[in-house]
Nanobody
């Protein structure tokens, strides 16, 4: 069974930074895309960043100038560097990995809480 294990969440003041990590138990090359979603209280889960091994990284409009997503294929780890954090970034952040093909399944991490508050 594939496991995705996130770490790096926590409490940070507005304007601060955090780096999330997600270690995947299989080769990252197994996947067509890896990245991050988040879910704030009372809201739907939304895409934050998608990393394509052979293409550009996509970001949600509200984070593209503040967040940087990357993947280390040697370590099978996905990162999300978050800077200039705002209160509206408060959410549970989920790592995901989507397999190739129209019927490819998606594996998810358990989520890590990020709280931005003074």
């Amino acid at each position: 069974q594939v496991q995705l294990v996130e770490s790096g969440g926590g409490l940070v003041q507005p304007g601060g930074s955090l780096r999330l990590s997600c270690t995947i138990s299989v080769s990252i090359w197994r996947y067509a895309a890896v990245g991050w979603y988040r879910q704030a209280p009372g809201k739907q889960r939304e895409m934050v960043a998608t990393v394509y091994p052979t293409g550009p990284t996509n970001y949600a409009d509200g984070v593209k100038d503040r967040f940087t997503a990357s993947a280390d294929s040697d370590m099978n780890t996905v990162y999300l560097q978050m800077s200039n954090l705002k209160s509206e970034d408060t959410a549970v952040y989920f790592c995901y990995a989507r397999e190739f093909g129209p019927d490819g399944s998606t594996d998810w991490g358990q989520g890590t809480q990020v709280t931005v508050s003074s």
